[in-house]
């Protein structure tokens, strides 16, 4: 099984970057013989700058084909003169992806937390497989370790699996690519004559938009998962119900998140030593999150904006702890909402004069140059109603105990599969937005 897994995941990438293949097999070379050396060596000197060497490998690969064009432009931007040569550089697909979970591997056999995976096949099979590889969830090796040699698969299962990917398919055909079409169409207009409805309208679109295609994603990726017996972490937990940026953080692309505290916030410190150092801790990992996001300001500024607020919540949460002083629940929600709609603005458009521009449409009283009727749709209208109330407009507890009801699975599954695979045939408009990354 592992052998033809291993073979559909080759193809699977192959199909669709044929001549990054060889990237992706050297990674895992680089990661592979990196693990013989710190399972064979038991002086932790050697041992450590082995992890080192790795580690600079894994991220100078991605750093030269992710960043390299960002960091040219602006190193000439600030000496005011052309001193790196730029040059377009194709970002492979999914390298964001299949180097974090490389990176896991040879750290936490650093760390011992799992055994060295001899088998060079199998590790390939690990960072490789194709129904996570493209966008995540980010797998850890110790968590699948056991499961790469022994797991079950059983017909309860299997249609466990089934049913979890038809959901995501259902999540990002249907909805996600309805959103999209008029994002687009928003965001290609004279953003400082878009009025307030149309601005408001379209990030809350872009919104549901980039939650139902991630985690539609997700749950694809777990699906598939299941019908060959992987069980992945769940990667998201209904995120807009959270009433705060750290809340939000704990429900949105979760594997993203734990890899950073463990890997990242975790070794600078985290917050043992002292508050103003843990704000300074929480600061980078953001910021580092809003780069593994993408090579521009925009990203950047999107990441540090969720960490100084991350970080005020911190501060305010330590005083509030001391006064003992209860904060609404409905506040925050709305407090919540409104930082990732201004965040969204900056994570979708192009640049952060766009962006600005964008912000500037949301937050004056215009009515503006767009005719709404133009762009909102009965389709649109209907879906964006059920997109709310599936982001948590009615409760997770009501949702799962709708889902858990066998008749409603049946009913709805084949509905869905069925205006799935119609809506594919019928339109060839498909973007998912993780795949750059």
């Given at each position: 099984?592992?052998?033809l897994?291993?073979?559909?995941?080759?193809?699977?990438?192959t199909?669709g970057e044929?001549?990054?293949?060889?990237?992706?097999?050297i990674t895992?070379?680089?990661?592979?013989?990196?693990?013989?050396?710190i399972?064979?060596?038991?002086e932790s000197?050697?041992k450590?700058?082995?992890?080192?060497?790795a580690v600079?490998l894994?991220?100078g690969?991605?750093?030269?084909f992710?960043?390299y064009?960002?960091?040219a432009?602006?190193?000439n931007?600030l000496?005011?003169?052309?001193?790196?040569?730029p040059?377009?550089?194709?970002?492979?697909?999914?390298i964001?992806?299949?180097?974090?979970q490389?990176?896991?591997?040879?750290i936490?056999?650093?760390?011992?937390k799992?055994?060295?995976?001899?088998?060079?096949?199998?590790?390939?099979?690990?960072?490789?497989?194709?129904?996570?590889?493209?966008a995540?969830?980010?797998?850890?090796?110790?968590?699948?370790?056991?499961?790469?040699?022994?797991?079950?698969?059983?017909?309860?299962k299997?249609s466990?699996?089934?049913?979890?990917?038809?959901?995501?398919?259902?999540k990002?055909v249907?909805?996600?690519?309805?959103?999209?079409?008029?994002?687009?169409?928003i965001?290609?207009m004279?953003?400082?004559?878009?009025?307030?409805?149309?601005?408001?309208?379209?990030?809350?679109?872009?919104?549901?938009q980039i939650?139902?295609?991630?985690?539609?994603y997700?749950?694809m990726?777990?699906?598939?998962g299941?019908?060959?017996g992987f069980?992945?972490?769940?990667?998201f937990?209904?995120?807009?119900c959270?009433?705060?940026?750290?809340?939000?953080?704990?429900?949105?692309?979760?594997?993203?998140?734990?890899?950073?505290?463990?890997?990242?916030?975790?070794?600078?410190?985290?917050?043992r030593?002292?508050?103003?150092?843990?704000?300074?801790n929480?600061f980078i990992?953001?910021?580092?999150?809003?780069l593994?996001h993408?090579?521009?300001?925009n990203f950047?500024v999107w990441?540090?904006?969720?960490?100084?607020?991350?970080i005020?919540?911190?501060?305010v949460g330590?005083?509030?702890?001391?006064?003992?002083?209860?904060?609404p629940?409905?506040l925050g929600?709305?407090?919540?909402?409104?930082?990732v709609?201004v965040?969204?603005?900056?994570?979708?458009?192009?640049?952060?004069?766009?962006?600005?521009?964008?912000?500037?449409?949301?937050f004056?009283?215009?009515s503006?140059?767009v005719?709404a009727?133009?762009?909102?749709?009965r389709?649109?209208?209907v879906?964006?109603?059920?997109?709310?109330?599936?982001?948590g407009?009615?409760?997770?507890p009501?949702?799962?105990?709708i889902?858990?009801q066998?008749?409603?699975?049946?009913?709805a599954l084949?509905?869905?599969?069925?205006?799935c695979?119609?809506?594919?045939?019928a339109?060839?408009?498909?973007?998912?937005?993780?795949?750059?990354?």
């Amino acid at each position: 099984m592992n052998l033809l897994l291993l073979f559909m995941s080759l193809l699977f990438y192959t199909f669709g970057e044929p001549k990054y293949i060889i990237l992706l097999l050297i990674t895992v070379a680089v990661n592979y013989f990196g693990g013989l050396l710190i399972g064979t060596w038991g002086e932790s000197n050697r041992k450590k700058a082995v992890l080192a060497a790795a580690v600079v490998l894994n991220l100078g690969i991605l750093g030269y084909f992710k960043y390299y064009a960002f960091a040219a432009e602006t190193w000439n931007l600030l000496m005011r003169k052309e001193i790196l040569s730029p040059r377009e550089i194709a970002l492979p697909v999914g390298i964001s992806f299949y180097t974090f979970q490389a990176l896991s591997y040879v750290i936490d056999l650093y760390r011992g937390k799992c055994g060295v995976q001899r088998s060079f096949y199998k590790l390939l099979l690990y960072i490789s497989f194709f129904p996570q590889l493209i966008a995540g969830p980010i797998v850890r090796y110790q968590s699948i370790e056991a499961q790469i040699d022994k797991r079950q698969v059983d017909f309860e299962k299997f249609s466990e699996g089934v049913a979890r990917f038809i959901t995501g398919l259902g999540k990002k055909v249907i909805l996600a690519n309805t959103f999209a079409e008029t994002v687009d169409r928003i965001f290609a207009m004279n953003l400082i004559e878009l009025g307030t409805f149309a601005a408001w309208y379209g990030i809350i679109l872009y919104a549901m938009q980039i939650y139902f295609d991630f985690s539609g994603y997700s749950d694809m990726a777990v699906g598939m998962g299941k019908m060959f017996g992987f069980d992945f972490q769940e990667n998201f937990r209904m995120p807009y119900c959270a009433v705060s940026i750290r809340e939000f953080w704990r429900r949105w692309h979760i594997s993203l998140s734990e890899w950073f505290k463990e890997y990242v916030y975790i070794p600078l410190g985290g917050s043992r030593r002292g508050l103003s150092r843990t704000c300074v801790n929480l600061f980078i990992v953001f910021l580092v999150t809003g780069l593994w996001h993408g090579a521009g300001w925009n990203f950047i500024v999107w990441g540090m904006l969720h960490g100084v607020c991350i970080i005020l919540e911190r501060l305010v949460g330590e005083k509030r702890q001391k006064q003992s002083q209860s904060f609404p629940r409905f506040l925050g929600h709305g407090y919540c909402l409104l930082v990732v709609l201004v965040a969204w603005v900056f994570f979708r458009a192009e640049t952060l004069t766009e962006s600005f521009a964008y912000l500037s449409s949301m937050f004056r009283i215009s009515s503006g140059n767009v005719d709404a009727a133009e762009l909102f749709s009965r389709k649109l209208i209907v879906l964006s109603a059920v997109g709310a109330l599936l982001c948590g407009a009615v409760p997770e507890p009501v949702q799962k105990n709708i889902w858990n009801q066998s008749w409603f699975r049946g009913l709805a599954l084949p509905c869905v599969m069925v205006l799935c695979l119609i809506l594919l045939a019928a339109d060839s408009y498909n973007p998912f937005i993780y795949f750059r990354f």
